[in-house]
C-alpha cells in the first residue's frame, strides 16, 4: 500500500472514531490539543505502518511492545534519577504512536481480530497502571511522605474493584473461547 494511502486510511478511521464520540479532529478552535495531537501520532503511525506492511512484523507485536513501553515508562518514572524520570515522561507521551500503529497495521495487512482488539485495551490497561505506580514511586521519592504509596494503591485497588471493567473483560474473554461466536463473527 503506498504511504498516502495508508495516511487516508488512518486519518478517515480517526475522524470516524472521534466523531462518535462528538469529537471534530479537524476543528483547530474548540479541540486545539486533539487537533494537533492527533496529526502527530497519525503521521508518525503512518511512517511505522509504511515500513513494516511488507515484513513478518504482526500487529500483535506492535501492542505488547506497547505494553512494554508503559512498564518501561513506569519503572523510569518511580527511580528516582531526573534524567530517567524524563525519558520515562517521554515514552508516556509517545507510546501513543505505537497504539496507533498496532491498528493500522492490521487493517493494511487485513489481519484485524478480537484478540488484537482485546490486547489493545490490555496495552491500555497495562500503560495506566504502570503510570499510576510510577507516579505514587515518584512521589514518594521525592516527598518520603507514605501517603502517596497509601493513595497509589488506594486508586489502583478502586480501579481493579471497577465492575464495569471487570464485566467489560469478562464478556470479551468469554467471546474469544467461544469458538461459534468467532465463527459466525468472521461469517
Known sequence: MKYLDIRKLSYKTDRKALRSINIDMDDWLRFPYVYLKVRFYIE???????????TRVKPNWITILYALAGITGGILLSTGENNLIIVGVLIFSFKIILDAADGLLARVKKKSSSLGAMLDVWGGLVGEY???V????????????IHFLYLMLLIILIKTLDIRNY???YLMYSIYKNKNFIKNFKN
Open 130 to 132: 504502570s503510570f499510576l
Open 167 to 169: 464485566t467489560y473483560n
Open 134 to 145: 510510577g507516579l505514587g514511586v515518584y512521589l514518594f521519592n521525592a516527598t518520603v511522605q
Open 44 to 54: 508518525f503511525s503512518c511512517i511505522i505502518v509504511f515500513f513494516l506492511q511488507y
